[in-house]
């Protein structure tokens, strides 16, 4: 009797290959991929949040980001956005300063910018102007500092006054008046030079008055030239086209 391979000594039953795993699909694989963008709309949307996070300054008008603006004064910050960038705020400030102020406002607003704003964006030479002309507005009001009146830029305390009035500079050892704040007059004292001043005035004041009354002689005299031209020809339009009769002899 024939025995089936089973029965077969040794014989072991082969397992049963399991199926490639390629042919059991996950339900990750069946879902459809997320269409990508194309190139030119991903460029596009960097463009566009590059733009979102740039400012306009209202000065130069170009695009720059936020840490290019600042408030110029602390008031600002409650009214109004900083609007103009640093370099612009420089320009500005270069520019104030060139009109001989030393009080500097906001570009934006009337509000005065203080000493550390300045410092803070003005380049080296413009704040070194401005702190002479802080200096120097300081100085004038106080009564006792005497500037030179020569050029040379220099000043100091004079706390004695009219009582003493020569002044000498300690920079270009030149003598001032601080009486008249002029130069030195060595050939007369304060009341002389007064008196010359007086008569220096009157003799001005004659001659603007012999320079009005000639003035008005002038435009008299135009007024008549101007009367009589017009009497001239408002006669001669009288008698346009009249002929005078001939005479007999």
Same mark, same amino acid.
């Given at each position: 009797? #024939?025995?089936?391979?089973?029965? @077969?000594?040794?014989?072991?039953?082969?397992?049963?290959?399991? +199926?490639?795993?390629?042919?059991?699909?996950?339900?990750?694989?069946?879902?459809?991929?997320?269409?990508?963008?194309?190139?030119?709309?991903?460029a596009k949307r960097t463009s566009i949040s590059r733009a979102s996070s740039l400012r306009l300054?209202?000065?130069?008008?170009?695009? #720059?980001?936020?840490?290019?603006?600042?408030?110029?004064?602390?008031?600002?910050?409650?009214?109004?956005? +900083?609007?103009?960038?640093?370099?612009?705020?420089?320009? @500005?400030?270069?520019?104030?300063?060139?009109?001989?102020?030393?009080?500097?406002?906001? +570009?934006?607003?009337?509000?005065?910018?203080?000493?550390?704003?300045?410092?803070?964006?003005?380049?080296?030479?413009?704040?070194?102007?401005?702190?002479?002309?802080?200096?120097?507005?300081?100085?004038?009001?106080?009564?006792?500092?005497? @500037?030179?009146?020569?050029?040379?830029?220099?000043?100091?305390?004079?706390?004695?006054?009219?009582?003493?009035?020569?002044?000498?500079?300690?920079?270009?050892?030149?003598?001032?008046?601080?009486?008249?704040?002029?130069? @030195?007059? +060595?050939?007369?004292?304060?009341?002389?030079?007064?008196?010359?001043?007086?008569?220096?005035?009157?003799?001005?004041?004659?001659?603007?008055?012999?320079?009005?009354?000639?003035?008005?002689?002038?435009?008299?005299?135009?007024?008549?030239?101007?009367?009589?031209?017009?009497?001239?020809?408002?006669?001669?339009?009288?008698?346009?086209?009249?002929?005078?009769?001939?005479?007999?002899?």
């Amino acid at each position: 009797m #024939k025995r089936k391979r089973e029965e @077969w000594p040794g014989y072991h039953t082969p397992p049963v290959p399991a +199926p490639p795993s390629s042919s059991f699909p996950s339900l990750s694989s069946l879902r459809s991929p997320a269409p990508s963008p194309p190139p030119n709309d991903r460029a596009k949307r960097t463009s566009i949040s590059r733009a979102s996070s740039l400012r306009l300054c209202i000065s130069c008008l170009e695009d #720059k980001p936020p840490k290019d603006f600042m408030y110029p004064t602390a008031c600002c910050a409650g009214n109004h956005t +900083p609007d103009t960038c640093t370099t612009c705020l420089r320009n @500005w400030i270069k520019h104030s300063l060139h009109e001989g102020g030393a009080v500097i406002t906001c +570009p934006e607003c009337p509000a005065q910018m203080g000493y550390l704003s300045i410092r803070e964006v003005a380049d080296r030479a413009t704040f070194d102007k401005y702190e002479a002309l802080v200096l120097a507005s300081l100085l004038d009001t106080n009564p006792t500092f005497v @500037w030179c009146v020569h050029g040379c830029g220099s000043g100091q305390f004079h706390p004695a006054g009219d009582a003493e009035p020569i002044f000498t500079c300690h920079h270009c050892r030149l003598k001032t008046c601080v009486v008249h704040n002029l130069p @030195w007059h +060595p050939e007369f004292t304060c009341s002389q030079f007064d008196e010359l001043l007086k008569e220096e005035q009157k003799r001005q004041q004659q001659q603007q008055s012999l320079a009005e009354k000639n003035r008005q002689t002038l435009l008299r005299r135009a007024r008549d030239e101007e009367a009589s031209r017009r009497l001239v020809v408002d006669v001669a339009m009288n008698f346009a086209g009249f002929a005078l009769p001939l005479t007999e002899r």
